[in-house]
């Protein structure tokens, strides 16, 4: 377990904080900056997980649980039709993301937009985004990180033509949000709508073929 360096601002404010109050002589006061400070390093945790070895198995981009799952028509980078896994990231969950596959990044696109409740069934379309589409050899997958209605910065340590392992870490959204992952038609979903999943770790769909 570790703590992501996005976290170290916030801890340290809410220490701070919590120090004058204490040396103001309001040690009472000093108790909500120092919780606080406590739900930082929780939020901005980074669990070890297990990558699973098989090529043929893609990942969950994401802790939390799935909101819905819908099939779609067709996707920009996809070019096919698909399944679009919505995963829904409450304040509690994991909010570091993780590549799905292996595989180089080919688009990369922020939409500005709105900050609606990160459950809201439109949010994936109104709400402030980050896409990237990634590709290798046998598939191509497209994950975007939506900003929530707390969640009012998405951070990416990607670019295009970076490439990355299934499970490594790309980026985080902060304080609440949802992760969308388009996959193929010749995927076979492996989730199901309410299902708790673990970034890097679950295993949300498998190719076919």
Same mark, same amino acid.
């Given at each position: 377990?570790?703590?992501?360096? /996005?976290?170290?601002?916030?801890?340290?404010?809410? @220490?701070?904080?919590? @120090?004058? @109050?204490?040396?103001?002589?309001?040690?009472?006061?000093? +108790?909500?900056?120092?919780?606080?400070?406590?739900?930082?390093?929780?939020?901005?945790?980074?669990? &070890?997980?297990? +990558?699973?070895?098989?090529?043929?198995? *893609?990942?969950?981009?994401?802790?939390?649980?799935?909101?819905?799952?819908?099939?779609?028509?067709?996707?920009?980078?996809?070019?096919?039709?698909?399944?679009?896994?919505?995963?829904? @990231?409450?304040?509690? !969950?994991?909010?570091?993301?993780?590549?799905?596959?292996?595989?180089?990044?080919? +688009?990369?696109?922020?939409? #500005?937009?709105?900050?609606?409740?990160?459950?809201?069934?439109?949010?994936?379309?109104?709400? /402030?985004?980050? %896409?990237?589409?990634?590709?290798?050899?046998?598939?191509?997958? &497209?994950?975007?990180?939506?900003?929530? *209605?707390?969640?009012?910065?998405?951070?990416?340590?990607?670019? %295009?033509? !970076?490439?990355? /392992?299934?499970?490594?870490?790309?980026? %985080?959204?902060?304080?609440?949000? #949802? &992760? /969308?992952?388009?996959?193929? !038609?010749?995927?076979?979903?492996?989730?199901?709508?309410?299902?708790?999943?673990?970034?890097?770790? &679950?295993?949300?769909?498998? *190719?076919?073929?």
């Amino acid at each position: 377990m570790s703590i992501i360096s /996005e976290g170290y601002y916030f801890i340290a404010v809410a @220490l701070a904080v919590a @120090l004058l @109050l204490g040396i103001a002589g309001n040690p009472y006061a000093a +108790i909500v900056p120092t919780v606080l400070a406590f739900y930082f390093a929780y939020f901005f945790r980074n669990p &070890t997980r297990h +990558i699973p070895a098989d090529e043929s198995a *893609i990942v969950s981009p994401a802790d939390g649980t799935v909101q819905d799952v819908v099939h779609i028509d067709d996707d920009d980078f996809v070019k096919r039709a698909g399944t679009k896994v919505i995963i829904f @990231l409450s304040v509690f !969950d994991v909010h570091v993301n993780r590549s799905p596959i292996a595989g180089e990044i080919k +688009i990369q696109k922020y939409i #500005c937009g709105r900050f609606r409740p990160a459950y809201k069934d439109s949010v994936g379309f109104e709400n /402030e985004r980050h %896409l990237i589409g990634i590709e290798n050899d046998r598939l191509r997958v &497209t994950v975007t990180q939506v900003a929530g *209605i707390l969640a009012r910065r998405i951070v990416s340590w990607v670019t %295009l033509d !970076d490439k990355l /392992e299934k499970g490594e870490l790309y980026g %985080l959204i902060r304080f609440g949000s #949802c &992760t /969308e992952i388009v996959m193929p !038609d010749d995927v076979e979903v492996l989730v199901k709508k309410g299902q708790k999943v673990y970034g890097g770790e &679950t295993i949300i769909g498998r *190719i076919k073929n």
